[in-house]
């Protein structure tokens, strides 16, 4: 079955429109399921600007779905999930600003390790750093409608879980390392960095 979003049956009549090229300023007709566009005028690839990612945001077979994302696309991809699960969770810490300041700065550590590091499940990884001090955070992953794989992946992580494969033990390495650093006081810094699982929070640390 095809997706209702990406089949044209659906469509009604904002599925087609022009938008300006934002380099030479010609105008570029987009389908509503295009990733990009080749400007015919200057010959630039313009990313569409109204794409609408909805599942694709943790779905693992986007690719597939919507076709050859750019690298920019991907990125906006993984950042889409991150931010609706951060407005999820500032929901429900309304009144604790202190909780919800820690949670952001814990995701901000964890993103950072991900890039540096080049391993482990991102997209979990930023959820589960987010969720930490949240009541039912599956239940809040599952009214997101995020894919059962995430949602198993996340889990594992806040319950700290024996690891099954490479990818989920960097995942988790990740995952406390970001909840290491969030902790750290500059008196407990020095003997910190035994506790630590990678190289780039160890550097982390020391940068700190």
Same mark, same amino acid.
């Given at each position: 079955?095809?997706?209702?979003?990406?089949?044209? $049956?659906?469509?009604?009549?904002?599925?087609?429109?022009?938008? =300006?090229?934002?380099?030479?300023?010609? %105008?570029?007709?987009?389908?509503?399921?295009?990733?990009?566009?080749?400007?015919?005028?200057?010959?630039?690839?313009?990313? &569409?600007?109204?794409?609408?990612?909805?599942?694709?945001?943790?779905? =693992?077979?986007?690719?597939?779905?919507?076709?050859?994302?750019?690298?920019?696309?991907?990125?906006?991809?993984?950042?889409?999930?991150?931010?609706?699960?951060?407005?999820?969770?500032? /929901?429900?810490?309304?009144?604790?600003?202190?909780?919800?300041?820690?949670?952001?700065?814990?995701?901000?550590?964890?993103?950072?390790?991900? $890039?540096?590091?080049?391993?482990? *499940?991102?997209?979990?990884?930023?959820?589960?750093?987010?969720?930490?001090?949240?009541?039912? =955070?599956?239940?809040?992953?599952?009214?997101?409608?995020? *894919?059962?794989?995430?949602?198993?992946?996340?889990?594992?992580?806040? &319950? $700290?879980? %024996? =690891?099954?494969?490479?990818?989920?033990?960097?995942?988790?390495?990740?995952?406390? *390392?970001?909840?290491?650093?969030?902790?750290?006081?500059?008196?407990?810094?020095?003997?910190?960095?035994?506790?630590?699982?990678?190289?780039?929070? /160890?550097?982390?640390?020391?940068?700190?």
């Amino acid at each position: 079955m095809q997706c209702p979003g990406q089949d044209n $049956r659906y469509w009604d009549g904002e599925a087609v429109f022009e938008a =300006p090229c934002p380099h030479c300023g010609n %105008e570029l007709e987009f389908f509503k399921d295009d990733s990009q566009r080749s400007c015919k005028k200057c010959g630039n690839k313009v990313l &569409n600007p109204r794409i609408d990612f909805g599942c694709a945001a943790y779905c =693992p077979h986007a690719e597939q779905c919507l076709g050859s994302m750019s690298p920019e696309l991907l990125a906006k991809q993984k950042n889409l999930f991150k931010d609706k699960i951060a407005i999820a969770v500032r /929901k429900q810490l309304i009144g604790k600003e202190d909780v919800y300041k820690t949670a952001t700065a814990r995701t901000e550590i964890a993103e950072q390790l991900c $890039r540096e590091e080049q391993r482990g *499940d991102m997209a979990a990884i930023l959820a589960a750093t987010l969720l930490v001090n949240i009541d039912e =955070p599956i239940f809040l992953l599952e009214d997101l409608k995020a *894919d059962e794989s995430i949602i198993k992946a996340v889990n594992k992580l806040l &319950n $700290r879980e %024996e =690891p099954c494969s490479e990818t989920e033990q960097a995942s988790l390495d990740i995952y406390l *390392d970001a909840c290491h650093l969030t902790t750290l006081t500059d008196s407990g810094k020095q003997d910190a960095g035994s506790n630590l699982n990678t190289a780039s929070g /160890k550097k982390y640390l020391r940068k700190a």
